[in-house]
Each structure stands twice: as C-alpha cells, then as structure tokens.
C-alpha cells in the first residue's frame, strides 16, 4: 500500500497514535497489574519466584513421569516460579510437553496468588528438546546466510514449534562474538562481527516475540552478558581480560541493539571479566544493563552460576555470601538448578538480616511479574499441540532447507570443478559422511547433541543424500574414520583407510568430509586446532591417490586445513548445517543450488595466528623492509566475508551523496552490481569503512552494512546504502563515544572512495 493521499496519512497518522496508546494502556495495565501483586505477596512468595529449576527434580523415568509429592513441595510449598529443560537430557513429543507443562501449570493454580510458571529452554536452532521440530542450521551458519529475512523466519518457526510444546521462553539468541576459534561454542553466535551479531540479532529477537502475549510467540533471552566468548584460554567458562572501552566497542553492541528491539530477558555470562565473576558484578549487571541501557525485563544467572561464585571462583566461602553478592549485584532469577531449598533457605534469611534489601527483591520479582503479564501467562498458562498444525509440516521443512542452502559458504573450486555432472561417480568418505549427529551438533535432541541419530533417522546424511541424487551405482562409500560414538567428542579411530583408497581408484572424484563430532560448552573445549591425527591420515591419503579432492569442513569452529588445502579441488563449509545439511551439499554439488553464504568469522591459516578481521594497523604491517618480512602478519586462510559462487559479480559507479559530512550527517552510497556469469546468482554486497586517522589506533577496517541480493545472469542492480555519520564513531580510552575529524575510506568490493568529517557534535 502506497500512502500518497492526505486522507490516507491522516488515516495512518491515527491509528499509529492508537496503536502507541494501546501500548502505553496495556504497559500501564500491566505494571499496575505487577505492583499490585507484588503488595500481596510474601517473602517467601517473592524468593520463589526468583528460583528456577531443572525438570528433572520434579521426576524420573523414562518415559518422564511428573511425580506428584516433589511437584507439590516446590510449586505449593516453595511457591518456585521457573522451570527450565528437558527431562534425561532428551527430546519430548508436543504431547508429553503439554500434559507436562499442564500438570505443572495446574498445580500453580492450587496456591494463593495462582502465579504461573515461565517455563524455558534452549532452542537454538530450532526447538531442541521437541521430537519432529524443525532444525535450522546452527547460529554460525545463519549469519553465513547473510540473509536477514531468513534469520527472523527461523526464529518465528522456532518460536511456534517451542509455544506447540508449551514453552515459552527460549534461552537463545547468543548474541556473544565468535571471535576466539578455540572457543567451543563459537558455533552458536552470528560470528566475529559487532554489527552482523546486531543484525542477526534484531531479526531474531522480532522473529521470536513479535508480538508477544500471542500464543505462538516466546520471550527471548540475549545470552551471555557480556563478553563471555572473548577467553584468554579460549577454554569455556574461563577468564578474560577486557578493558571497558574495548567492552563497549565490540562486544556490547549486540546486546544493546537487541535490549531496543524489546528482548525481555538476559542471561549472564558463565565466566569472569578481568577476575571478576559476571553474576556478582554489580557494574556490569545493574549499572550498565539495568541503568544505561534501561532493560526493564529479568536477568538470569546461567546454570549453577551462584555456586560457581564460591565453588569454582573462589571469591567467598560460603553459597549464602555468594547468593548475597550476586543479587545485590542484580541477579533477578536463580538457575539453581537442583538444590532449591538452600537457596529459598538462604536468601529468606539474607533479606531478615538485612544483608539483601527489600526493595531488589521486590524490583527483581517486579520484573519477572512483568515478564510473566506480557507473556500472557496468567490466561494462557499452557498450549495444546493440535492449536500448531504447522509444527514440523512440509512448508517449515522447506524453509529448513531453503536457510540452509545459503548458509554453505563454497571456499575454493578449482578450475570451476563444481558444480558436477550428475552422473559422475564419487568416492563418499570420511567420518563427517554418513552422519545426523554431526550435521546437527550440540543442543540437538539432547544437550551434547549425541542422540540424534534416534530422532533424525528419516533425514539424509550426506552419503545417503549423494546416493538420492546420483544413484547408488555412482556413489561408493569408505567411512576411513569414525568417531567414536560414547566417547569424548575428539576421540576418532581409523576404520580402514586401504578400502577408502582402492575405492577412490573407481571413482571420479573423493567427497572428503571432515570436522568434528557434536559438542557444546566445557566438554567442547579444545587443546589443538589442527584435525585429528587420524583424520590429517585419511586426508594425505586421498590426495595421493591423485583422484580431485572435494573437501567438505562440517566443524563447529575452524579446524586449520592449511598444510593440505593446496592439494584440494574445491572446499565447501557446511559449518553445522540441521537435518538438510546432506541434501543442500549434494543439489549443491550438482549445482541446483548456487552458493551464496559468506564466512562470518576470519577461517585462521595457522594455529598461532588466530587474528581477527578487525584488527589494528599494527597487527597487519605488510611493508617488507630488507630482510625483514612482516607481510604475513595478518594471514587469514579466508578471510571474514569472503564465499565463492557459481557466477561472478561485477562491481562499478561508486558514489557518495557528498564527500565532506559533520555528525549529524547521513552518508548515502551508492553503486551497481551486474552479474556477468551465466547463472543466477545471489550476492552479498558488504560495506566497509575505515577510519584512517583516530586518537586511539583505528580498525583496519569495519563493517557498517550490508545487502544481500538474487540477480539473474547479464543482470544488473543499483545497491544503496544510507549512514547515520554517527555510526563512524568509536568509543575511546576515557570510554566516550567519539566521532574525530578527518578521513575516512569507504569499500566495497574493490572499489574504494575517501570522505570527511569535517565537524562533530560527538565528543
Ligand atoms: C549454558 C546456557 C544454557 C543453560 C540452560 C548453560 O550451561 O551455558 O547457554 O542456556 O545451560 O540450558
């Protein structure tokens, strides 16, 4: 609709007030609403509220059965407000989920105030603990799409199918940055970007609570605040040393974009900044997140996280002067998770000596009331899985796929050898090959993500999906290593590589595919970044048959392929692609799909040179002098961005609607992309922006916006992008955000343009 006529915008003009008055009515209502029954409620009432529990305290056996006395001590007698997780670490149907979630409900039902329940879990890339749900690729591979549309459809379906099992809140989106290759969840973030995260972000925030209160959105909940994925040991839950203004610069901007876009609750970060726990530190839970940034939803700690505070760090020696550290520091909710008498215990008697005010329970209850109301719990306290006829339908599947099909990132093809002719014959090999649990990894039906098997068998591993497309005569297979399925996630063994070999002699070309198996935060950790032994043995084993190697990396972070990746003919990531990560691979190497996924993170050639693509000036010195060569500082594998296509893209007319602006400024570019190859194609046009001289050593380079666009072949487009100035500017040593005069380069492609600031409101 076109709103060109006066009556029109009147008409428009009205009903945005309406609707903006609405809102102001129901947010009025609900904090009346809030206050109101916070007066009624007692201490005991308030500490429940602020407790969570995992499932499994309520019950056993498998099936999951509630059983009736310990559900009846915590809802009627600790009056505990939150459920979280599966029960025996495995996925449920709807309907288990709903008579679960129903009994539960019920019984909040038979107390004093008949306060629901906020029941949450993890769905990361689709809903993990509901048999028959939709899997999307993981997070990483998401932002591979680039594809901001697609994002926000994964998340509402997500949101649908969690509502369709009754819960209503997700632990998801990690907004951390994936900036440490080592880092073992560095799978489940958008990548190393501030403003890609920000983006993905966004979409998924509106993807999973838009509108919510309805019965098929969830609350989101931005996890880990703040800077958890930046470790010095890359190890997980460990350490890291960040300086405020480096903080605000890279890693908080996610979390403030999404805390805009309505995110109603936080978790925090499992581990320590600069020594400090995140759940007791005051500055960064009250004063940043609370205060500057103005987030009126709850903070949850992450699992056991108060224990941690004394058991693990050591800071005091008691669990009640922890407890009393991290909600002073502003913990709203405790995942407990199991032992949640000492807690109800303790923190009743924190609040009797005076040692926690009244007054944060009452604002950390507040907001978990106000959750609850917005959610709409008090009337819809549970769902039935008949109301979602579209759960795990055909029409989500193919969504599925179509996300997943743009989140490959094609990273060489020799010679165009790919796509291939559907009747070539392939050796399929490799431990990645015949396997669900690794195309879908952690938090997959189960926590680890080792069941999958069971739950995905009617989906195609890759070598099942190679012998769809080509035929069972054409596709012969030697697993060559296998991982070991009880077994830690790195543990493989060699199955027989000879029978890999004299198989490869038959064939025309070897799908070599190799990574990881499924892991996901401590048990993920990682001592090496190369390949396994086992799996570098098989790889120079193919090469020497001579045969073309077509690499397939299915690998939650980037293992390094430098010594062998000379010798291979194309190299496809999948990352960690869901249920049609086999399907997309093999219409891709067909060529039904035309890659268009771009790294989101910097693929690192070398173990000990794991730079970033943001990065300063001196960590890339390229300028040989004599016999001193510094031009390999900076030496990427592939760099952040980079993905190949089946067409080319050519890039022309870069121009500026000025070249000299002030902060109040909007940069407007523009330029045309043509697509010269002979195939449709999709291409991701990335603006870069360098500020070339800053009172504090400038980024080489930054991302400030981008455009993903389908062009047929011969066709051209115009891609605009429009900049607030503001967005130039960046936070300096004294913490401020600054936007300095003088140049700055503008890049997109190869092409290249210099502007100004020539005044600045921003200081
Ligand atoms: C993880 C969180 C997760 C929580 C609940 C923790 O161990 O760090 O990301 O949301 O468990 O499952």
Redesign the pocket.
């Known amino acids: 609709m076109k709103l060109n006529s006066k009556p029109t915008i009147c008409l428009a003009l009205f009903l945005f007030v309406c609707v903006k008055l609405n809102f102001a009515q129901t947010d009025k209502n609900i904090e009346l609403k809030v206050s109101n029954l916070v007066a009624k409620m007692t201490l005991e009432e308030k500490v429940g509220q602020m407790a969570q529990i995992t499932l499994d305290v309520l019950g056993d056996g498998q099936p999951f059965k509630l059983n009736e006395s310990k559900v009846k001590e915590a809802i009627q007698t600790y009056k505990l407000g939150s459920v979280?997780?599966t029960s025996d670490n495995r996925a449920m149907s709807t309907a288990q989920w709903n008579s679960i979630v129903e009994t539960l409900q019920g019984k909040t039902k038979t107390t004093a105030l008949k306060i629901p329940l906020i029941y949450g879990f993890?769905a990361i890339h689709g809903a993990t603990y509901v048999s028959g749900a939709t899997f999307f690729p993981q997070a990483i591979g998401q932002a591979a799409s680039w594809n901001r549309q697609m994002v926000k459809d994964a998340a509402t379906i997500t949101a649908y199918e969690s509502r369709a099992a009754s819960v209503s809140w997700n632990?998801s989106p990690v907004l951390d940055l994936g900036v440490n290759p080592l880092w073992p969840r560095i799978w489940e973030t958008y990548g190393e970007d501030p403003y890609l995260v920000a983006e993905m972000g966004k979409q998924v925030i509106d993807g999973y609570q838009n509108p919510l209160g309805n019965k098929n959105h969830v609350a989101a909940c931005l996890?880990?605040f703040l800077a958890y994925s930046d470790p010095k040991t890359g190890k997980d839950r460990t350490n890291s040393w960040i300086p405020e203004h480096y903080l605000r610069e890279y890693h908080l901007p996610s979390f403030r974009a999404a805390i805009k876009a309505g995110a109603r609750t936080v978790?925090v970060n499992?581990a320590l900044i600069n020594g400090m726990p995140t759940h007791i530190n005051g500055k960064i839970l009250t004063d940043l997140l609370k205060k500057e940034m103005g987030f009126s939803g709850f903070v949850v700690t992450?699992?056991q996280d108060i224990d941690n505070v004394y058991k693990r760090d050591k800071i005091v020696a008691t669990q009640k002067e922890a407890l009393m550290l991290a909600i002073n520091a502003g913990i709203d909710m405790a995942?407990i998770p199991y032992e949640y008498k000492d807690f109800c215990r303790d923190l009743i008697a924190l609040v009797k000596e005076k040692k926690v005010p009244m007054s944060r329970i009452n604002d950390a209850v507040s907001r978990i009331l106000r959750v609850k109301y917005e959610l709409n719990l008090f009337d819809v306290p549970v769902t039935v899985s008949s109301d979602y006829p579209m759960f795990g339908s055909k029409e989500y599947e193919q969504k599925a796929y179509d996300a997943t099909a743009e989140s490959v990132v094609l990273l060489k093809n020799k010679g165009n050898i790919l796509p291939l002719n559907s009747s070539a014959k392939i050796l399929v090999t490799g431990p990645n090959s015949n396997s669900m649990r690794t195309l879908n990894g952690g938090w997959s039906y189960s926590w680890q993500g080792e069941k999958t098997e069971q739950f995905a068998s009617k989906y195609n591993t890759i070598l099942e999906a190679m012998q769809n497309r080509l035929g069972n005569s054409n596709v012969s297979f030697s697993q060559g290593v296998a991982y070991k399925m009880d077994g830690k996630y790195y543990e493989d063994s060699i199955v027989d590589i000879n029978d890999a070999v004299v198989k490869a002699s038959q064939a025309d070309y070897i799908l070599l595919c190799v990574g990881e198996n499924s892991y996901t935060?401590k048990p993920g950790d990682l001592n090496d970044l190369n390949l396994s032994e086992n799996q570098q043995q098989l790889i120079d084993a193919m090469i020497k048959t001579g045969k073309p190697v077509l690499l397939v990396l299915n690998e939650g972070r980037p293992r390094i392929i430098s010594k062998f990746e000379p010798a291979m003919a194309a190299i496809i990531d999948l990352f960690i692609p869901g249920n049609f990560g086999g399907d997309v691979l093999a219409d891709m190497l067909i060529g039904k799909i035309n890659p268009s996924g771009k790294m989101p993170i910097t693929y690192p050639k070398f173990v000990n040179a794991l730079t970033n693509y943001i990065h300063k000036p001196s960590d890339a010195q390229s300028n040989p002098q004599g016999v001193y060569d510094y031009s390999a500082d900076f030496n990427p594998q592939y760099e952040f961005g980079f993905g190949l296509s089946y067409t080319q893209f050519e890039y022309s007319g870069l121009s500026t609607n000025a070249t000299s602006f002030d902060s109040d400024d909007t940069l407007e570019i523009s330029l045309t992309v043509k697509n010269t190859g002979n195939k449709t194609g999709k291409d991701v046009v990335q603006l870069y922006i360098s500020d070339l001289v800053a009172s504090l050593t400038p980024d080489v380079k930054r991302l400030r916006d981008f455009e993903k666009i389908e062009l047929n072949a011969g066709a051209s487009q115009t891609v605009s992008f429009k900049l607030p100035m503001r967005e130039l500017a960046f936070v300096n040593s004294n913490n401020k955000l600054v936007l300095e005069k003088g140049e700055f380069n503008i890049q997109i492609g190869k092409l290249q343009q210099k502007i100004k600031v020539k005044e600045t409101k921003i200081r």
């Open positions: 979280l997780n993890d632990f996890k880990h978790m499992s992450d699992w995942m935060e």
